[in-house]
């Protein structure tokens, strides 16, 4: 018979997380990284409306010499 270690699930559980407690200055930088990513999300969306930056004008010019 084979026998594959840690193939029971009994023993694959994973110990809970312990709880840590958040003082003043965690819960303010969480509030700002919301915040902020709030604004990115924004002007990436006020972004997405306009056509490419780049317009084709702005490319490597050939010369007609050979």
Do not use: C, W, Y
Request: no cysteine.
């Amino acid at each position: 018979m084979l026998f594959l270690a840690g193939t029971n699930p009994i023993h694959n559980k994973k110990p809970k997380k312990a709880k840590k407690e958040e003082d003043e200055d965690d819960v303010a930088f969480k509030q700002k990284q919301a915040a902020d990513k709030k604004v990115r999300e924004e002007m990436a969306a006020k972004a997405k409306g306009k056509g490419p930056l780049n317009s084709g004008q702005q490319g490597i010019k050939k010369s007609g010499k050979k």
